[in-house]
Nanobody, 125 residues
Framework: VQLQASGGGLVQAGDSLRLSCAAS????????MGWFRQAPGKEREFVAA????????HYADSVKGRFTISRDRAKNTMFLQMNNLKPEDTAVYYC???????????????????WGQGTQVTVSS
């Protein structure tokens, strides 16, 4: 599957952004979709995911209550609504797809097969 992430930008602390991830090449159905982020000098870290069988969302503790992951199956698009952004949320955000992942691995980047190109989110204080 080919993934195209968009929606990043420069905002102030407390602002909101909505990231989108458009997929082509295959349907989202039965595929775990996730968002990860990578700040300069840091490893890529898990942000949120929707598991392929339950379609329930899962979040990193650092974004719980502020970020919401969702998907529009008709449009083959995934979203990440980010509210109350903080400077520590600054990173390049990537969307990823994993057709065969097991639940315990949803937060592991190497478990995902396909990646979008990333979109920069910068939050100023």
């Amino acid at each position: 599957v080919q993934l195209q992430a968009s929606g990043g930008g420069l905002v102030q602390a407390g602002d909101s952004l909505r990231l989108s991830c458009a997929a082509s090449g295959r349907s989202f159905s039965g595929v775990t979709m996730g968002w990860f982020r990578q700040a300069p000098g840091k490893e890529r870290e898990f942000v949120a995911a929707i598991f392929r069988s339950s379609y329930t969302p899962h979040y990193a503790d650092s974004v719980k209550g502020r970020f919401t992951i969702s998907r529009d199956r008709a449009k083959n698009t995934m979203f990440l609504q980010m509210n109350n952004l903080k400077p520590e949320d600054t990173a390049v955000y990537y969307c990823a797809a994993a057709p065969r992942i097991i639940f315990s691995q949803i937060g592991v980047p190497s478990s995902y097969d396909d990646w979008g190109q990333g979109t920069q989110v910068t939050v100023s204080s």
